[in-house]
């Protein structure tokens, strides 16, 4: 390869495309038995069909390739699982709202005929997320794509039905649920957003029936007292003990209310006496199952009124008839006080809609036998939180774990396996034949399944193993799980998380492991070892992104303006583990110019061994060991350092420092200074079999670089890697990851170098303040003090071997001296000096620049920044001033003030350095 086919400034979009095409084509992500190798698999947490790229799932999915390319290149045999989840309520709500511009509802449709729309508008838009996932570059096994609803896994979900309903641990009865009007479906707890609201309080009189008495109750839901079939006390509040098996009126209907007690009651709250409405409450439901309350329901399912509430209430909207009530109450002598209250208040997670607490038929799921087992691999380690905080947030959630209301009273999605005969009666069952056959009908008896479908997480937690073909049989599942990493938001550690371990734990037992034997042990049960939980992406304000506050970039957008690498890398450089990432676009110029620099290095290197070699093919495969020198052991140490410590961070989820570590290694030890260092080797006078060892061992270093880079940066590294030598076909992707090797590792390497870099540094700094040119030749006195100093000054090969460097970077010639720290040393006269690690560095000026022109320029400038130092301080001693202005304008000014003190003082010791 030549360096012509390296354009002169980096293009991501020349690259990404085709190189992302050359992958797919060639099948480079795809993971498949291998019994010689340790598999490493992960499941993409399953984006909604309705979703489009965000930046959350841009962190997300770029942490998840980082350690799925990392493992490939390692050896490991790894599988990354991609599909998408039908998203039940949202795919529909999409669907609905496309019907109802053309004026259509779901109903005017019928299920059959709206169920295919929603395929339809699946095939049209549910890949959308897919497509854009591409362009980020990630490296899923995307001959293994599935989706929620694909036949295997539906086959999936019934069977679980069914097992979970044989083994008695689903069941079907009243309860209140999380009842959403406008979806018209229950959701279960963790569905339901709760938001601090600003309501009311408000004081109802309760006559006590056969006495001039009432009993006054607070409630934030006057409407529900419609619903009420008795009022409570606590039995030792010494303040009610008369009323207790007393009967009360209910106002405005005139119902008669029993008076129970029970300890439930929370003495801080209201009144002492609490109204029990169990159609409309999930405490007063419990309540009312302890004292065998009636439960009267008196909404319909879109939270209107129904027939159980008085002729004039019919009908109304909850809130109107809220109104209304309230009216009456007051008019009526009922309303004792309206008093300010703020209050939690639960809202459906799709549509924002109040939730109801509503008394329905609803399938459930007993959690607290399936909850035990995964609460224990966690407590135990087998299953590991990164950071480790979400393992209290998890234990405290699964210790106090309620049954799962899993049906959901829409259309789209896994509908319930259970079927009615005629008389009520009903089986589970696979399919209509079974059910038949279960309930012992003939073929022209008719029979109805359940209208339900189940909740969408209830396929998406046997996405571990329904995934690899379960309930079938096949290596697949015995090979890949359980899975190694799971990567995902924290926000759905109970919807998804927690779910998974349980259902992975109670279907996996049985089947056949690794080693072919049926599992028994929870390290074989389990889903997969370890949790990594991304952060939250804020806006530079803080706040948390989102479509509705309009400050989230479209990474597409972001992508084509900066490159997937540059967005890649610069995620995961600002992304510790368990801290919030604060993001805006501006910010990829950090990832873009690392790609540059990177950029420009390959074409520097290949530029030379075109010079060097001529066009023939330089094999990577070792690194050669011949005209090593100072500069070749510092950077192999470093590299080697640098692997360690990289594979070190991803071992312990640290992806940030292991991106951090990158850009260290790669822009300051080997872009900054070994390039310069080789350039003067390059243009030397050594043999030219001297330069084609150095040029081949820089080659050899930047490929193991690009091959350190990869999983971050896939794109770039890919490109440059295939230009440095003939691949022969093979890909970076899968190419050996760098290996630690300790003999190459040299501490006193890496610092006697460091020391160079410092006087180089240093020297560097004395030309800019005093302008030197850069190209005009100084003298450096190296004063070799302190304990360092000391220690080189005991081998004159290694010092010189260091002047020459210092000689070469700084077009210097070196003048080294030493003495112990009691020997009197007379330094240059009219010279600039630094000190480094002890040792004493000067610079003589005398000949090299015009000493007075230099200083009358010098103080022209201290006085002018005086000058602008004494106006800022003016201003920062005016109170009128300090007190008026914004905030941002006076910290601007104090900032100028020091800035311009500190360079003001740099430049009067320029001065007294003169002499």
């Given at each position: 390869m030549s360096v012509q086919e390296l354009s002169k400034a980096y293009n991501p979009k020349d690259v990404e495309d085709k190189w992302y095409s050359w992958w797919e084509s060639n099948h480079l992500f795809h993971g498949a038995v291998n019994r010689e190798k340790t598999p490493y698999a992960m499941v993409i947490p399953p984006p909604n069909i309705t979703g489009i790229l965000t930046m959350g799932h841009v962190l997300n999915n770029t942490l998840q390739d980082v350690f799925v390319r990392w493992k490939r290149m390692q050896g490991f045999e790894a599988c990354w699982?991609?599909?998408?989840?039908?998203?039940?309520?949202?795919?529909?709500?999409?669907?609905?709202?496309?019907?109802?511009?053309?004026?259509?509802?779901?109903?005017?449709?019928?299920?059959?005929?709206?169920?295919?729309?929603?395929?339809?508008?699946?095939?049209?838009?549910?890949?959308?997320?897919?497509?854009?996932?591409?362009?980020?570059?990630?490296?899923?096994?995307?001959?293994?794509?599935?989706?929620?609803?694909?036949?295997?896994?539906?086959?999936?979900?019934?069977?679980?039905?069914?097992?979970?309903?044989?083994?008695?641990?689903?069941?079907?009865?009243?309860?209140?649920?999380?009842?959403?009007?406008?979806?018209?479906?229950?959701?279960?707890?963790?569905?339901?957003?709760?938001?601090?609201?600003?309501?009311?309080?408000?004081?109802?009189?309760?006559?006590?029936?056969?006495?001039?008495?009432?009993?006054?109750?607070?409630?934030?839901?006057?409407?529900?007292?419609?619903?009420?079939?008795?009022?409570?006390?606590?039995?030792?509040?010494?303040?009610?003990?008369?009323?207790?098996?007393?009967?009360?009126?209910?106002?405005?209907?005139?119902?008669?209310?029993?008076?129970?007690?029970?300890?439930?009651?929370?003495?801080?709250?209201?009144?002492?006496?609490?109204?029990?409405?169990?159609?409309?409450?999930?405490?007063?439901?419990?309540?009312?199952?302890?004292?065998?309350?009636?439960?009267?329901?008196?909404?319909?399912?879109?939270?209107?009124?129904?027939?159980?509430?008085?002729?004039?209430?019919?009908?109304?909207?909850?809130?109107?008839?809220?109104?209304?009530?309230?009216?009456?109450?007051?008019?009526?002598?009922?309303?004792?006080?309206?008093?300010?209250?703020?209050?939690?208040?639960?809202?459906?997670?799709?549509?924002?809609?109040?939730?109801?607490?509503?008394?329905?038929?609803?399938?459930?799921?007993?959690?607290?036998?399936?909850?035990?087992?995964?609460?224990?691999?966690?407590?135990?380690?087998?299953?590991?939180?990164?950071?480790?905080?979400?393992?209290?947030?998890?234990?405290?959630?699964?210790?106090?774990?309620?049954?799962?209301?899993?049906?959901?009273?829409?259309?789209?999605?896994?509908?319930?396996?259970?079927?009615?005969?005629?008389?009520?009666?009903?089986?589970?069952?696979?399919?209509?034949?079974?059910?038949?056959?279960?309930?012992?009908?003939?073929?022209?008896?008719?029979?109805?399944?359940?209208?339900?479908?189940?909740?969408?997480?209830?396929?998406?937690?046997?996405?571990?193993?329904?995934?690899?073909?379960?309930?079938?049989?096949?290596?697949?599942?015995?090979?890949?799980?359980?899975?190694?990493?799971?990567?995902?938001?924290?926000?759905?550690?109970?919807?998804?998380?927690?779910?998974?371990?349980?259902?992975?734990?109670?279907?996996?037992?049985?089947?056949?492991?690794?080693?072919?034997?049926?599992?028994?042990?929870?390290?074989?049960?389990?889903?997969?070892?370890?949790?990594?939980?991304?952060?939250?992406?804020?806006?530079?304000?803080g706040r948390k992104m989102s479509k509705s506050l309009g400050n989230s970039p479209d990474p597409l957008d972001v992508i084509d303006q900066y490159g997937a690498d540059a967005l890649r890398f610069t995620i995961a450089y600002l992304s510790p583990l368990g801290q919030d990432v604060m993001f805006s676009s501006e910010k990829c110029d950090l990832g873009r110019n690392f790609a540059n620099k990177i950029w420009n290095a390959g074409r520097f290197l290949l530029m030379n061994k075109q010079e060097i070699t001529g066009d023939r093919n330089i094999a990577l495969d070792t690194m050669p060991a011949d005209h090593l020198d100072l500069a070749d052991r510092w950077i192999l140490s470093r590299l080697h350092h640098a692997i360690n410590t990289f594979n070190t961070s991803l071992e312990q989820f640290h992806v940030n420092e292991a991106t951090k570590l990158l850009y260290d290694f790669i822009w300051h030890d080997f872009c900054d200074w070994y390039v310069e260092m080789v350039k003067t080797r390059f243009y030397g006078d050594e043999p030219n079999e001297a330069k084609t060892a150095v040029v081949t061992r820089a080659l050899w270093i930047f490929d193991q670089a690009l091959r350190l880079m990869h999983p971050v940066m896939p794109f770039i590294s890919e490109e440059l890697w295939q230009n440095l030598s003939d691949r022969k076909g093979q890909s970076l992707v899968r190419a050996a990851f760098p290996e630690v090797n300790e003999q190459y590792i040299n501490q006193t390497v890496e610092d006697e170098l460091n020391f160079v870099i410092k006087i180089v540094e240093a020297v560097r700094n004395i030309r800019g303040e005093l302008n030197v040119a850069p190209s005009k030749q100084i003298e450096v006195h190296v004063h070799l003090h302190g304990e360092f100093g000391e220690k080189l000054a005991v081998n004159a090969n290694v010092v010189q071997g260091l002047l020459n460097y210092i000689d070469r970077l700084c077009k210097a010639k070196t003048v080294p001296t030493w003495a112990r720290a009691s020997e009197v040393f007379e330094r240059p006269k009219a010279s600039a000096s630094a000190v480094i690690d002890g040792t004493e560095i000067y610079v003589p000026l005398v000949g090299i620049i015009d000493l007075d022109a230099e200083r009358k320029r010098l103080e022209k400038e201290i006085a002018r920044l005086k000058g602008l130092i004494d106006g800022i301080g003016k201003k920062l001693t005016n109170a009128s001033f300090v007190e008026r202005a914004p905030k941002e304008v006076v910290d601007k000014e104090r900032e100028k003030q020091k800035n311009m003190t500190a360079t003001m003082e740099k430049l009067i010791d320029n001065v007294n350095q003169l002499g």
């Open positions: 699982i991609p599909g998408t989840d039908h998203a039940g309520i949202a795919t529909q709500n999409a669907v609905e709202k496309s019907l109802a511009k053309e004026g259509k509802h779901r109903r005017d449709l019928g299920r059959e005929k709206f169920i295919e729309l929603v395929w339809q508008w699946r095939d049209k838009y549910g890949s959308t997320i897919i497509r854009q996932l591409r362009k980020l570059g990630v490296s899923c096994d995307w001959e293994r794509e599935r989706f929620t609803m694909d036949e295997g896994l539906s086959n999936a979900v019934k069977e679980v039905f069914i097992r979970l309903f044989d083994k008695g641990l689903i069941y079907r009865g009243k309860y209140i649920v999380n009842w959403c009007p406008q979806h018209q479906t229950a959701l279960s707890d963790d569905e339901v957003d709760h938001t601090e609201s600003n309501g009311n309080l408000y004081y109802i009189k309760y006559p006590i029936f056969g006495s001039e008495e009432a009993a006054i109750v607070a409630t934030t839901r006057p409407e529900t007292m419609l619903g009420d079939t008795a009022l409570c006390v606590h039995p030792k509040d010494e303040r009610f003990q008369h009323l207790i098996g007393k009967t009360a009126v209910l106002p405005i209907v005139g119902r008669k209310l029993p008076i129970i007690a029970d300890d439930y009651i929370d003495l801080s709250f209201g009144t002492g006496v609490m109204k029990v409405t169990p159609a409309h409450d999930t405490n007063d439901f419990l309540l009312s199952q302890r004292h065998d309350l009636p439960q009267l329901n008196i909404f319909d399912e879109t939270a209107h009124l129904n027939a159980s509430v008085p002729k004039e209430y019919e009908g109304m909207d909850r809130f109107e008839c809220r109104t209304q009530l309230v009216k009456d109450l007051e008019a009526q002598h009922l309303l004792v006080k309206i008093e300010p209250y703020a209050h939690n208040i639960g809202k459906c997670y799709r549509c924002q809609t109040v939730i109801e607490p509503w008394l329905s038929d609803q399938w459930f799921v007993k959690m607290k036998p399936l909850a035990a087992p995964a609460l224990r691999v966690v407590h135990e380690g087998k299953v590991q939180f990164h950071p480790d905080r979400w393992t209290k947030v998890y234990e405290h959630w699964m210790t106090n774990i309620r049954d799962w209301c899993i049906s959901r009273q829409i259309w789209w999605g896994h509908r319930i396996p259970v079927y009615y005969a005629p008389d009520g009666n009903y089986v589970v069952a696979r399919n209509e034949d079974e059910a038949r056959k279960k309930l012992n009908l003939a073929p022209d008896v008719p029979i109805r399944q359940d209208e339900d479908v189940l909740d969408t997480w209830f396929s998406s937690w046997l996405w571990p193993f329904s995934t690899l073909g379960w309930p079938e049989d096949n290596a697949d599942l015995h090979y890949f799980n359980p899975t190694s990493t799971l990567v995902t938001a924290p926000d759905i550690i109970f919807f998804w998380v927690a779910r998974m371990i349980m259902a992975n734990m109670e279907f996996m037992k049985g089947t056949p492991g690794r080693d072919g034997k049926p599992r028994k042990k929870d390290d074989d049960l389990i889903p997969f070892r370890d949790v990594y939980f991304t952060s939250i992406i804020r806006d530079e304000q």
